[in-house]
């Protein structure tokens, strides 16, 4: 129902998800001419950039391998540099990331994290009330009268006087917004979340950070024809708001492994509006594997076994720091999925030692800040780089040592793949899958913080070990990944689940629903792109249009 948009909906915009109350403020009649404004610009880009995907993958396909692109040679080598980095966040040695939900928001922001990066993306289920309560938070967030009362636990949130600085993560290009039509179309999930959060919140946020910002993280890109509609989404939204030309500030995460040999392009079609870049490990591995799905001799080890010092991904976290520093931009490492455990102090000084020799890599390479997963972990991560960062950053360290080429980056990982680690990758993909479609986007799981990012490599690796009947280490007959074995270990795992969670949970959960996505899923003919695109359909939840 539409009925309360204030001043009635916008010619061509229909809501189809349901309308509550609270909604109001952020679904206003402008707000959402706003949205379809960019909407209906960018609406042919977007679905141009996402063609050139698949064109780019069906030549992966079909044996090709990334490469340098020969075509953007000049701008690899040429001398130039993006904007200068603002000051409100020349340091964000530590940056803390979590979903747009109301407590944790107000948690982050009094964490003692230089910034905050607040997620409708790998660790967001984008349901239309998790989309817009989130709209409603960072509004609340930007203005500084957000509150919280838990009254089960009669606890009182509110912000403290000083706190990080927020930067906003939009869904990525995939993604579409179902609950929002434009023109008889689903909204671009990305133009959503940023041309929501852009219009509610320029204004207030630049005149609290000396005219600068809004600050965004972008993520999943392929291709700096990618950034450059990114780059032009912020010159559109920019220009309608009267906001001065380069105030949006945007770090791109490198998180697929096609970007990682654009990385100078990205940073040229994003030069008036970078931050700078970032190491999505995550993300970057699922990406690996999907980009090569159709090479039979590239299966990867255990999930577990793919760690930051392998060859591949030490050699990307290097090229990306040189890339950076070269351009005058900020070089952010990523995020250890370790998150602090209670109750058990040895496996909680053991997670810590992880995260701190994971943040200790990071800094000496040349990194100028990381990422946080839990605010227990701040006071840490801030130690190792104030120990071993004296400056606000490190962009003057060039790293002209490092030389990585196409070959370092394609580097296969080393190490075994066992049933354990299939036994895992399906127990993780269920329980997350479950859990997302329940509404929750991000979770502990097995003493790890585990979001769409983790749950994704988990699914291509099942799905690629199947494919290629890979051999199992360590059985003592020889044992090959099946789907007859595959099913079997679904069917032990779902089982271990339901005696891990206890049989009440399990049957209020929607663990039998997320084992056949997550199946159907390893099993398929053909790699789906991504495991939330199909999930999707299963939390859309649309309701009768009604037109003002
Ligand atoms: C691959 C990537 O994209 S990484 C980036 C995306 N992923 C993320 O951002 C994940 C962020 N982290 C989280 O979501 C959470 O830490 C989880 C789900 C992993 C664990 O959360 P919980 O089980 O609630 O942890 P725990 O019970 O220890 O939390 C203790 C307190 O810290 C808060 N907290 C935990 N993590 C965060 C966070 N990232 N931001 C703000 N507050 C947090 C909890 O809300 C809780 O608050 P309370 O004591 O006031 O009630
Ligand atoms: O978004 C971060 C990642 O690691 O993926
Ligand atoms: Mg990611």
Redesign the pocket.
């Known amino acids: 129902m539409a009925g309360g948009v204030r001043g009635g909906l916008p010619a061509g915009v229909e809501i189809r998800g349901e309308f509550r109350p609270c909604y109001e403020s952020i679904l206003t009649h402008e707000a959402l001419a706003f949205v379809a404004a960019l909407e209906r610009e960018f609406r042919p880009r977007v679905k141009y950039v996402l063609q050139c995907r698949k064109e780019q993958q069906a030549r992966f396909d079909a044996g090709e391998l990334p490469r340098f692109d020969p075509a953007t040679a000049a701008i690899r080598d040429g001398d130039w540099t993006c904007a200068p980095i603002p000051d409100v966040i020349a340091d964000r040695r530590v940056e803390?990331?979590?979903?747009v939900e109301r407590?944790?928001?107000i948690?982050?922001l009094n964490?003692g994290a230089k910034m905050?990066?607040a997620?409708f993306?790998?660790?967001l289920a984008p349901t239309w009330d998790n989309i817009v309560r989130g709209q409603i938070n960072l509004r609340d967030a930007v203005n500084r009268t957000i509150t919280f009362e838990?009254t089960a636990?009669n606890?009182k949130?509110e912000l403290k006087e000083k706190t990080a600085v927020l930067l906003v993560r939009p869904r990525g290009w995939h993604l579409p917004e179902a609950h929002l039509e434009i023109d008889g179309e689903p909204a671009t999930g990305a133009l959503v979340d940023f041309g929501l959060y852009y219009f509610h919140n320029q204004a207030a946020f630049r005149a609290a950070h000396g005219q600068s910002g809004p600050f965004f993280y972008l993520p999943k890109m392929q291709h700096a024809r990618e950034a450059a509609l990114w780059n032009a989404v912020f010159e559109r939204a920019q220009a309608a708001a009267g906001a001065p030309r380069g105030s949006v500030r945007a770090t791109v995460l490198i998180e697929t492994l096609p970007a990682v040999f654009q990385m100078h392009e990205i940073l040229y079609a994003l030069r008036d509006h970078s931050a700078g870049l970032n190491c999505?490990?995550?993300?970057y591995i699922f990406s690996f594997i999907k980009t090569v799905r159709a090479h039979a001799d590239r299966l990867l080890p255990d999930r577990v076994l793919v760690g930051m010092t392998q060859p591949f991904l030490r050699n990307y976290t290097e090229l990306l720091i040189q890339t950076c520093h070269r351009r005058g931009v900020h070089a952010m490492g990523?995020?250890a999925a370790q998150?602090?455990i209670?109750d058990d102090k040895a496996a909680n000084d053991k997670a810590a030692e992880l995260v701190r020799a994971d943040k200790l890599r990071e800094v000496r390479a040349g990194h100028d800040g990381t990422?946080?997963?839990?605010?227990?972990l701040v006071p840490m991560v801030l130690e190792v780089f104030d120990a071993n960062m004296p400056g606000a950053n490190q962009v003057h360290v060039k790293r002209d040592d490092v030389s990585v080429t196409c070959q370092d980056l394609l580097q296969m990982p080393k190490g075994v793949r066992t049933l354990e680690g299939l036994r895992l990758n399906t127990r993780v993909g269920v329980q997350y899958v479950a859990a997302w479609l329940g509404g929750t986007g991000?979770?502990?799981l097995y003493n790890l913080?585990?979001?769409?990012?983790?749950a994704e490599i988990s699914r291509v690796q099942n799905w690629q070990w199947i494919k290629y009947g890979a051999m199992l280490d360590g059985e003592l007959v020889p044992t090959r990944v099946t789907r007859d074995v595959f099913q079997r270990v679904l069917a032990e795992e779902l089982e271990r689940i339901e005696r891990e969670v206890g049989a009440p949970r399990f049957r209020a959960g929607r663990y039998q629903q997320a084992a056949q996505l997550f199946a159907r899923q390893c099993l398929a003919e053909q790699l789906d792109d991504f495991l939330t695109l199909d999930a999707y359909r299963h939390i859309v939840r649309l309701v009768p249009s009604s037109r003002i």
């Open positions: 803390i990331t979590g979903p407590k944790m928001i948690n982050a964490s905050f990066m997620d993306e790998d660790s838990d636990r606890k949130y999505g490990r995550w993300d990523g995020m998150i602090p209670r990422w946080a997963a839990h605010p227990g991000s979770v502990p913080m585990e979001d769409a990012a983790t």
